[in-house]
């Protein structure tokens, strides 16, 4: 028989929950957190998950929101354990992904008496949460706590971002009982209000007269419309459509790899690459370039289009339209009109002239990050989901095209290294394609707690570009010239082998260009467990290449 926490409190948390359309829990060990525990282990209408580090829940978790883009509850215990969540409760804040976060606590005349696993719990994620609520009984007035429960799972699902919900238990803890509450079902529709047209026709006027427009597409969830609606803007020749390969939409006519255009420019051609309008959307961008280019050379206007926030990150934001990009669309093509220009024809040549610098190169390109990066690319089957992390190998990725099955995601809210394992694990427990997760080598160890998780998918394949180190700070300006490059590189010998010994994956290496290609020949085949590739490259000769393939494309 099933059994259910006897505290009121936890009673209420529970069943509000289940109410509000919650399906998945991952939750933490501990004692403090037994009634939550308990509970929800035994709801039928929740599947619950054990991860021991909290940080690796909170990723974990993370993963599987992005991809259901909907609310993913987290559960943990007091004190320390609940800041571990901190990194990827701030990953879904900028990457607006919804996560609410359930710490149990110790009542408040037990708070700094000097209680063991005791911490100020109440509003610690202030700064990046949609909404904070810390729960006592008191409160609970006229069914207060369930509306006020209700009200922060409706923030977090509308508005897309983490929520904290702090829930104070008193001992006992494991007292229980054979009922649950039940509240009747929580339906939470996303309506958008159009957007006033004379208002928007005066947008499009400014538009309809501007011969140099870019559309700017940052990490973007897949959707078919945008698709077809990005394809509608390039029949316009004064409009240029710049995409990350995060950004999930592809097209012949779209400049999918910005820093291969536009890393070899001088002054003189950035001017002219510089827009009257920049039209942004979707998530944060990964290439630095761009955005030094556009912060240098600023649009007449730039308007964002996002239904929740703008950033203003090229300085120059004149407009903020709060509606998704699909439904902008749908209203503002009513009123623009082609407009006679060779902007895009310009750019698309000049594309199309990068491109066959960059086939060139690749062809001849000696083993290193950049051609390991190439060889991947082209061996991942296609509608895999393919998870990056960050650093080097999201920087490497941009430059070369990826098929356009693929769904490509990465940890771009605040772009940490911290969370990429976990999170691609999260990801591939809810999807039913294979899931392909390209990590470098600090990533992957900063996260190996990772493994430490008895839901990964058999068919859950890693590729580790092992370079025995942070191989960026080796480009970047600074580092290198310093006498203090080994505390920015971090070298070691490191080699994921014996952890993939313990956490059962089968392991597969490569030193060299002709044993990678062998070892990729079976790698997406089905196994009995999932699988890691570690392929390990020349960290004195990575940068070089990478320096002369960028001066290869002028």
């Given amino acids: 028989m099933p059994q259910f926490p006897k505290n009121e409190l936890a009673q209420i948390v529970i069943a509000s929950c289940i109410a509000n359309g919650i399906e998945h829990v991952v939750i933490s060990p501990g004692s403090r957190n037994a009634p939550l525990t308990i509970g929800f282990t035994n709801s039928l209408e929740i599947k619950t998950y054990s991860v021991v580090d909290e940080r690796c829940a909170a990723f974990f978790a993370l993963g599987k929101a992005q991809q259901l883009q909907k609310p993913v509850a987290i559960v943990c215990t007091s004190g320390s354990a609940l800041l571990n969540y901190y990194p990827a409760i701030a990953e879904a804040y900028y990457s607006n992904i919804p996560l609410v976060v359930i710490s149990a606590d110790r009542p408040a005349h037990l708070i700094d008496i000097g209680d063991g696993q005791t911490i100020r719990q109440e509003y610690v994620f202030e700064n990046h949460v949609l909404e904070s609520l810390s729960l006592n009984e008191t409160l609970n007035h006229n069914g207060s706590i369930q509306e006020m429960l209700n009200e922060i799972f409706k923030i977090s699902y509308l508005q897309k971002g983490p929520v904290h919900i702090n829930v104070p238990f008193d001992e006992p803890l494991y007292e229980t009982t054979d009922t649950l509450k039940h509240f009747d079902p929580i339906i939470n529709n996303f309506e958008e209000i159009p957007l006033n047209v004379d208002f928007l026709e005066e947008f499009a006027t400014i538009w309809n007269t501007s011969k140099r427009k870019i559309v700017l597409v940052g990490s973007n969830y897949p959707s078919e419309l945008l698709q077809i609606q990005l394809e509608h803007l390039t029949k316009d020749p004064s409009v240029l459509v710049l995409i990350e390969n995060t950004a999930n939409v592809s097209n012949t006519k779209f400049i999918n790899s910005i820093d291969k255009l536009i890393f070899p420019l001088e002054d003189d051609e950035l001017s002219h690459f510089q827009p009257d309008i920049l039209l942004s959307l979707g998530g944060l961008i990964v290439s630095k370039k761009i955005k030094q280019h556009l912060r240098k050379f600023k649009p007449k206007y730039h308007w964002h289009v996002d239904s929740k926030r703008a950033f203003d990150t090229y300085f120059s934001l004149n407009h903020h339209f709060k509606i998704t990009p699909e439904l902008f669309f749908s209203q503002f093509f009513f009123l623009t009109k082609p407009v006679e220009s ?72 605040t772009s940490g290294i911290d969370g990429s394992t976990s999170t691609a694990i999260g990801a591939a427990t809810v999807v039913e394609q294979n899931t392909v997760f390209i990590t470098g080598d600090i990533s992957f160890f900063y996260d190996s707690n990772a493994l430490w998780n008895t839901y990964i998918p058999k068919n859950f394949r890693i590729i580790l570009v092992n370079n025995s180190g942070g191989g960026i700070f080796r480009f970047i300006p600074g580092p290198k010239q310093s006498n203090a490059l080994d505390y920015f590189e971090t070298p070691h010998n490191l080699t994921a082998k014996h952890l993939c010994k313990m956490y059962n994956f089968e392991y597969v290496v490569a030193e060299n260009e002709t044993e990678l290609k062998t070892g990729l020949k079976e790698f997406y085949n089905d196994s009995d467990t999932p699988k890691l590739l570690e392929i390990f490259t020349p960290n004195e000769q990575n940068d070089l290449i990478l320096k002369a393939y960028f001066n290869n494309l002028k």
């Fill in 342 to 413: 060779d902007y895009q024809e310009f750019w698309l040549h000049k594309k199309a002239k990068r491109l066959k610098k960059h086939q060139k190169f690749t062809e001849t390109c000696q083993y290193s990050d950049f051609k390991v990066i190439d060889i991947i690319l082209k061996s991942i089957p296609n509608n895999s989901q393919l998870q990056i992390s960050n650093s080097s190998i999201i920087r490497y990725t941009q430059l070369f095209d990826i098929d356009s099955s693929l769904q490509v995601f990465c940890n771009r809210g």
